[in-house]
């Protein structure tokens, strides 16, 4: 069963324009949600987690239970942003299994 | 922050032969590790997780005798595709959570090409 889904694989923005990455989730239990980040020839390193609420680089996403989303967002995107992102679940506190979203390449045009 | 390193980055072998990628905590202690394949322009997709002195957990459909994986210590887990064919290749990465802050950590990956 898909528990991560990123809905757009390709997302382009010009700089300075807000972005918002989709993420939904489907898990009946309290999940932990984090968004991954993958810059060009780099390993895969976090950006953010909901559970510490805090904005990197930018970047925000608040976790909505009802939706069941945790969306990142970015007022103003700028071009070092261009990169492959990641949703992720946490689940199963005694295995701490992560799953992951298909990605989604931001590209951040000049 | 937290290192996990992989070894090798890239490997090319034959078919039939078998590969071991090794993943190994730098700089912590890590109880549980993961393993990824990352196909083209793909996400991850969650294998197995290792789990230090004990057997490892499969996800549904990998098949635990192709990719044999071992959790000997805590700072080191190795993969190991058996009787590797050219559809086994792949981009493999390995992961581990600190214990400290609950972060995934991962490896820069392990590129394998099956000849």
């Known amino acids: 069963a898909q528990r991560v889904t990123q809905p757009e694989k390709l997302l382009s923005v010009f700089k300075g324009a807000p972005v918002e990455l989709k993420c939904n989730y489907s898990?009946?239990?309290?999940?932990?949600l984090f968004w991954y980040v993958q810059y060009s020839r780099q390993r895969l390193q976090l950006l953010l987690r909901?559970?510490s609420r805090e904005s990197i680089k930018g970047f925000t996403a608040d976790l909505n239970k009802g939706e069941t989303s945790f969306h990142l967002k970015k007022p103003f995107a700028q071009e070092e942003d261009s990169a492959m992102y990641y949703c992720?679940?946490?689940?199963?506190?005694?295995?701490?299994?992560?799953?992951f979203g298909s990605g989604t390449k931001l590209n951040v045009k000049p | 922050g937290a290192v996990v390193s992989q070894h090798p980055s890239w490997v090319i072998c034959k078919s039939g032969t078998s590969v071991k990628i090794e993943c190994r905590s730098l700089?912590?202690?890590?109880?549980?590790m993961f393993w990824y394949r990352q196909f083209p322009k793909q996400s991850l997709m969650l294998m197995a997780t290792?789990?230090?002195?004990?057997?490892?957990?499969?996800e549904q459909g990998v098949e635990k005798d192709k990719f044999l994986i071992n959790h000997a210590s805590l700072t080191l887990s190795t993969l190991t595709v058996t009787s590797a064919h050219p559809e086994d290749s792949s981009f493999y990465i390995c992961?581990?959570?600190?214990?400290?802050?609950?972060?995934?950590?991962f490896g820069e990956g392990s590129r394998l090409t099956v000849l």
């Open positions: 909901h559970i």
């Open positions: 290792s789990n230090e002195g004990s057997k490892a957990t499969y």
């Open positions: 992720a679940l946490s689940i199963s506190r005694n295995f701490n299994k992560f799953y």
């Open positions: 700089d912590f202690q890590a109880t549980t």
């Open positions: 992961s581990a959570r600190a214990p400290d802050t609950g972060e995934l950590f």
């Open positions: 898990y009946s239990g309290s999940p932990e």
